[in-house]
């Protein structure tokens, strides 16, 4: 255990030197909050039948979308991990005496979260005093906040998890930029990332509850703004729990395979 | 052919403490400390010259390199080479000099090496005919044939670096700047780049300046060493004559038949020491060589004497010792 | 210029050495901009137009700033990636060099899997302006060259800037975004659908709308008046590039003063 939190804590104090970099992220993802709340309140200025989720809960989610990016996105790329994958360095992990699933598990979760604390509270503190009708609504009630917080680190575990395997699956193809991006871009569309998934149509919303992908970001940003409500949050956080469970486990008997072919092949 | 007068430059570094704390810290107030990198450099080099120029890591050769090559702009002082000042009109400067970064790849990595030469042949405008010729001459003397129609990606590091200074040498420069040419190359590849570069300047009349922290590049190559640490310059002269200045220290090597008790010996040190052999150092400034003998001669019963000249490299380090770098 | 195809031509040879990875990362670049239309598509499916643009009018916007930055980027690539360049010093060789910095770093990188970005706007272009929003006649033809040509430079312009700002810091880069992946998904849709201040901002300070949104008035006919200023509004796309290379050479000043 002492391991991985050190690996954690050197990963913040790295993502922390970044504070320039920190500031310009703020900047940037406010402004693209603001233009995506404009587009879709262009959308809703001449609509005549009602949406299924209101403006002010679409605004709720781009912002929560905008300041959790970092929890949510899921091509984070970490570069040394791909490297060491890559160039064969791998045998020096392998020599450490803690499981390489949970020490690279560290090391991501570290990095999100070392570039979300410097983001997500100033864009927080920011949205939630924006002049109406931009501003971030406080949520529906207590019981929704306790929710979204419990199903945002859940849904982080997630993202983390659903990551993993994407590395894991550089051993396989060695040459990782095409496949993943493939796979990130595709994954991020099934998490509501382009369009919020309330607003897409039946069929590709019945694909999207299906996988695990808007468990990670849809699902949290719903229950905040009181889309979901509280009975169905609770169901929805036990979903996640079972994806969890299921992703680690497929993950870790993946990365148990990879790096037995890794030892035979030498490198 | 280079004039280099009071040459200073002093850089801004950040400071950073470690612990999550002083990340924290760091977030709000920054600290910087200066960094003098070169402070009143200044010598002269003729043309035809190669010149080794030598100093620990982070003493400023790389800087002065690059004032030297126009990449960098000093705080105060003056260059000259061929009448040029490096750092104002740069591009038509450039073309007299070439510069090999010993670390680093001028050659695409993908492509055979002919494809990176030809693009260096209209980079630097050099007509056909004349590109021709230099190509033939460089490919005979550095032994390329078999290599230039190969990927960069599968060559050896000899091989490359071989290719690397060809690369550097196509538009025919005056002056050839090498940084650490020789690093990380076997023995065999070192021997073959040393050959070249005093061919090229023999034959060519190609001034060099060379920076290495292999000594073996000096004494083969260099006639003259400038030597500098922590931005200053600490020497600046003959090989030859630092030879003479440590020439008096000698290494003695004794060996002689068992004798359990340590030796002492007047006027030498002894620097290492067993019950069958010893050795010894002696500045024969100081001490006559005959008197160590005798005084050895009259506690054990010596079987065989080597007596050398420091190496080099020793002298060098003595050098640095000296100026306590 | 003919340097320049010189080094198009070797980075193509290069990057053709591994043939696999090309295809699967352009079919990667294919699949970027299809999910942002794919999403465009669902939104006028249900909401049907955005004050008063049809969905085929937003599609021939969206393939033209598209179609500018795949060209973008694939062409001043180096600029995108400078941090990079200078990071490993391979800055510093293009200083001992006799020619523009500006080349050599355009030189430096093309990036052609682009290629997939650019099939998709492509398509989504050729269906747009198959959909007869309006008489097409040669002259707008060549305005619709021009706004992606101008595009191109805008992109570009930006690139550079961002460059620069890597001879100061490497860090804060991410702000560059604003004006390149904001700047498109911005111009994506017709100007005139956001806030005063966004609009003024996109046609006075980076001319995004003078490239797209005021010259896709004339080519939808919708121009009240002489056509003229509309046609030749991408003008100003171009003279956005002269700012941008003074401020470039300013900062490689900067950096042979520094050498950080």
Same mark, same amino acid.
């Given at each position: 255990?002492?391991?991985?939190?050190?690996?954690?804590?050197?990963?913040?104090?790295?993502?922390?030197?970044?504070?320039?970099?920190?500031?310009?992220?703020?900047?940037?993802?406010?402004?693209?909050?603001?233009?995506?709340?404009?587009?879709?309140?262009?959308?809703?200025?001449?609509?005549?039948?009602?949406?299924?989720?209101?403006?002010?809960?679409?605004?709720?989610?781009?912002?929560?979308?905008?300041?959790?990016?970092?929890?949510?996105?899921?091509?984070?790329?970490?570069?040394?991990?791909?490297?060491?994958?890559?160039?064969?360095?791998?045998?020096?992990?392998?020599?450490?005496?803690?499981?390489?699933?949970?020490? $690279?598990?560290?090391?991501?979760?570290?990095?999100?979260?070392?570039?979300?604390?410097?983001?997500?509270?100033?864009?927080?503190?920011?949205?939630?005093?924006?002049?109406?009708?931009?501003?971030?609504?406080?949520?529906?009630?207590?019981?929704?906040?306790?929710?979204?917080?419990?199903?945002?680190?859940?849904?982080?575990?997630?993202?983390?998890?659903?990551?993993?395997?994407?590395?894991?699956?550089?051993?396989?193809?060695?040459?990782?930029?095409?496949?993943?991006?493939?796979?990130?871009?595709?994954?991020?569309?099934?998490?509501?990332?382009?369009?919020?998934?309330?607003?897409?149509?039946?069929?590709?919303?019945?694909?999207?509850?299906?996988?695990?992908?808007?468990?990670?970001?849809?699902?949290?940003?719903?229950?905040?703004?009181?889309?979901?409500?509280?009975?169905?949050?609770?169901?929805?956080?036990?979903?996640?729990?079972? $994806?969890?469970?299921?992703?680690?486990?497929?993950?870790?008997?993946?990365?148990?395979?990879?790096?037995?072919?890794?030892?035979?092949?030498?490198? | 052919?280079?004039? =280099?007068?009071?040459?200073?430059?002093?850089?801004? %570094?950040?400071?950073?403490?470690?612990?999550?704390?002083?990340?924290?810290?760091?977030?709000?107030?920054?600290?910087?400390?200066?960094?003098?990198?070169? &402070?009143?450099?200044? /010598?002269?080099?003729?043309?035809?010259?190669?010149?080794?120029?030598?100093?620990?890591?982070?003493?400023?050769?790389?800087?002065?390199?690059?004032?030297?090559?126009?990449?960098?702009?000093?705080?105060?002082?003056?260059?000259?080479?061929?009448?040029?000042?490096?750092?104002?009109?740069?591009?038509?400067? *450039?073309?007299?000099?070439?510069?090999? /970064?010993?670390?680093?790849?001028?050659?695409?990595?993908?492509?055979? =090496?002919?494809?990176?030469?030809?693009?260096?042949?209209?980079?630097?405008?050099?007509?056909?005919?004349?590109?021709?010729?230099?190509?033939?001459?460089?490919?005979?003397?550095?032994?390329?044939?078999?290599?230039?129609?190969?990927?960069?990606?599968?060559?050896?590091?000899?091989?490359?670096?071989?290719?690397?200074?060809?690369?550097?040498?196509?538009?025919?420069?005056? *002056?050839? /700047?090498?940084?650490?040419?020789?690093?990380?190359?076997?023995?065999?590849?070192?021997?073959?780049?040393?050959?070249?570069?005093?061919?090229? &300047?023999?034959?060519?009349?190609?001034?060099?300046?060379?920076?290495?922290?292999?000594?073996?590049?000096?004494?083969?190559?260099? &006639?003259?060493?400038?030597?500098?640490?922590?931005?200053?310059?600490?020497?600046?002269?003959?090989?030859?004559?630092?030879?003479?200045?440590?020439?008096?220290?000698?290494?003695?090597?004794?060996?002689?038949?068992?004798?359990?008790?340590?030796?002492?010996?007047?006027?030498? %040190?002894?620097?290492?020491?067993?019950?069958?052999?010893?050795?010894?150092?002696?500045?024969?400034?100081?001490?006559?060589?005959?008197? %160590?003998?005798?005084?050895?001669?009259?506690?054990?019963?010596?079987?065989?004497?080597?007596?050398?000249?420091?190496?080099?490299?020793?002298?060098?380090?003595?050098?640095?010792?000296?100026?306590?770098? | 210029?003919?340097?320049?195809?010189?080094?198009?031509?070797?980075?193509?040879?290069?990057?053709?050495?591994?043939?696999?990875?090309? +295809?699967?990362?352009?079919?990667?670049?294919?699949?970027?901009?299809?999910?942002?239309?794919?999403?465009?598509?669902?939104? !006028?499916?249900?909401?049907?137009?955005?004050?008063?643009?049809?969905?085929?009018?937003?599609?021939?916007?969206?393939?033209?700033?598209?179609?500018?930055?795949?060209?973008?980027?694939?062409?001043?690539?180096?600029?995108?990636?400078?941090?990079?360049?200078?990071? @490993?010093?391979?800055?510093?060789?293009?200083?001992?060099?006799?020619?523009?910095?500006?080349?050599?770093?355009?030189?430096?990188?093309?990036?052609?899997?682009?290629?997939?970005?650019?099939?998709?706007?492509?398509?989504?272009?050729? +269906?747009?302006?198959?959909?007869?929003?309006?008489?097409?006649? #040669?002259?707008?033809?060549?305005?619709?060259?021009?706004?992606?040509?101008?595009?191109?430079?805008?992109?570009?312009?930006? !690139?550079?800037?961002?460059?620069? #700002?890597?001879?100061?810091?490497?860090?804060?880069?991410?702000?560059? @975004?604003?004006?390149?992946?904001?700047?498109?998904? #911005?111009?994506?849709?017709?100007? @005139?659908?956001?806030?005063?201040?966004?609009?003024?901002? !996109?046609?006075?300070?980076?001319?995004?709308?003078?490239? @797209?949104?005021?010259?896709?008035?004339?080519?939808?006919?919708?121009?009240?008046?002489?056509?003229?200023?509309?046609?030749?509004?991408?003008?100003?796309?171009?003279?956005?590039?002269?700012?941008?290379?003074?401020? +470039?050479?300013?900062?490689?000043?900067?950096?042979?003063?520094?050498?950080?």
């Amino acid at each position: 255990m002492k391991a991985y939190i050190s690996v954690f804590k050197l990963r913040l104090t790295y993502g922390l030197q970044y504070r320039t970099a920190a500031l310009a992220g703020v900047a940037t993802q406010f402004f693209w909050g603001f233009i995506i709340i404009m587009v879709f309140e262009a959308f809703y200025s001449g609509t005549v039948t009602d949406p299924p989720i209101t403006l002010k809960q679409l605004i709720t989610y781009v912002w929560l979308q905008q300041a959790f990016l970092a929890f949510i996105m899921l091509w984070f790329r970490d570069n040394e991990l791909f490297q060491l994958i890559t160039s064969g360095n791998i045998a020096y992990e392998l020599c450490r005496p803690s499981g390489l699933y949970g020490l $690279w598990y560290a090391k991501l979760l570290a990095q999100r979260l070392s570039s979300a604390l410097l983001r997500s509270l100033p864009i927080l503190a920011v949205a939630l005093l924006l002049p109406e009708p931009y501003r971030l609504p406080l949520p529906a009630d207590p019981a929704a906040f306790i929710m979204f917080v419990l199903a945002l680190l859940l849904g982080l575990f997630l993202i983390v998890s659903l990551s993993m395997l994407m590395y894991i699956s550089v051993f396989v193809t060695l040459s990782p930029a095409g496949s993943l991006l493939m796979f990130g871009v595709i994954g991020e569309f099934l998490a509501g990332m382009v369009i919020p998934v309330p607003l897409m149509p039946d069929w590709l919303q019945s694909i999207v509850y299906v996988l695990p992908f808007r468990w990670t970001a849809d699902f949290p940003f719903r229950v905040y703004s009181g889309h979901i409500g509280t009975g169905e949050a609770l169901i929805g956080i036990a979903i996640q729990i079972v $994806w969890l469970a299921l992703l680690i486990t497929i993950g870790k008997l993946a990365m148990a395979r990879v790096l037995r072919n890794v030892v035979v092949n030498g490198g | 052919m280079i004039i =280099v007068k009071g040459l200073s430059k002093a850089y801004q %570094v950040a400071k950073r403490s470690p612990g999550v704390k002083e990340a924290m810290k760091a977030l709000f107030k920054r600290e910087y400390k200066v960094v003098e990198a070169l &402070n009143d450099i200044s /010598f002269t080099i003729e043309p035809g010259e190669i010149v080794g120029y030598i100093g620990p890591n982070g003493a400023g050769k790389s800087t002065t390199i690059k004032v030297m090559s126009g990449i960098l702009v000093p705080d105060v002082g003056t260059c000259t080479v061929m009448g040029f000042t490096p750092w104002k009109d740069r591009v038509q400067y *450039v073309k007299h000099i070439g510069v090999v /970064f010993g670390q680093r790849s001028q050659l695409w990595w993908d492509v055979p =090496v002919i494809d990176s030469f030809e693009l260096l042949r209209d980079i630097y405008k050099v007509p056909e005919q004349e590109y021709q010729s230099t190509l033939a001459l460089l490919t005979e003397t550095l032994e390329l044939q078999e290599i230039i129609h190969m990927p960069v990606r599968q060559l050896s590091l000899g091989q490359r670096m071989r290719c690397e200074i060809a690369a550097s040498l196509l538009h025919s420069p005056s *002056v050839l /700047f090498l940084d650490e040419p020789t690093i990380g190359l076997d023995a065999v590849s070192k021997i073959a780049v040393r050959r070249f570069i005093r061919t090229i &300047n023999e034959e060519k009349g190609v001034t060099v300046i060379l920076t290495t922290h292999d000594m073996n590049d000096i004494e083969a190559l260099a &006639n003259r060493i400038i030597l500098i640490g922590k931005g200053k310059l600490l020497y600046d002269g003959s090989l030859s004559a630092i030879r003479s200045q440590f020439g008096t220290l000698k290494t003695m090597t004794v060996v002689y038949s068992h004798h359990a008790e340590p030796l002492k010996v007047e006027g030498a %040190v002894i620097e290492s020491w067993t019950t069958e052999r010893a050795v010894l150092s002696v500045d024969t400034a100081q001490t006559v060589i005959s008197e %160590v003998l005798i005084s050895l001669s009259q506690q054990v019963e010596i079987l065989d004497v080597a007596i050398d000249t420091l190496p080099i490299e020793d002298m060098i380090i003595q050098l640095y010792k000296e100026h306590q770098l | 210029m003919k340097l320049y195809g010189k080094y198009i031509e070797i980075l193509f040879k290069s990057q053709m050495q591994y043939r696999t990875s090309f +295809w699967l990362l352009a079919f990667g670049q294919f699949l970027i901009p299809f999910s942002v239309f794919a999403g465009l598509y669902f939104m !006028f499916e249900r909401f049907g137009q955005i004050k008063g643009w049809e969905f085929s009018e937003v599609a021939l916007c969206f393939s033209i700033i598209h179609m500018s930055y795949a060209l973008s980027e694939c062409f001043a690539r180096g600029f995108d990636s400078f941090s990079a360049l200078v990071g @490993n010093g391979d800055f510093d060789r293009f200083l001992v060099r006799p020619r523009s910095t500006v080349l050599q770093v355009l030189g430096s990188k093309f990036e052609f899997s682009r290629v997939g970005k650019l099939v998709q706007s492509i398509i989504v272009l050729g +269906w747009a302006v198959s959909q007869q929003l309006a008489d097409w006649t #040669m002259l707008k033809g060549l305005v619709l060259l021009f706004m992606i040509v101008s595009g191109v430079f805008i992109f570009t312009g930006i !690139f550079i800037l961002a460059a620069t #700002m890597c001879f100061w810091t490497v860090q804060g880069l991410e702000i560059a @975004n604003i004006f390149t992946d904001g700047g498109r998904e #911005m111009a994506q849709y017709p100007l @005139n659908i956001y806030q005063k201040w966004v609009t003024r901002f !996109f046609t006075f300070i980076i001319p995004f709308g003078c490239v @797209n949104y005021l010259p896709l008035l004339y080519l939808l006919d919708k121009t009240t008046g002489n056509p003229l200023p509309y046609m030749l509004a991408p003008i100003a796309g171009i003279l956005f590039i002269v700012p941008c290379l003074l401020v +470039w050479h300013v900062g490689v000043r900067h950096y042979r003063s520094t050498g950080s």
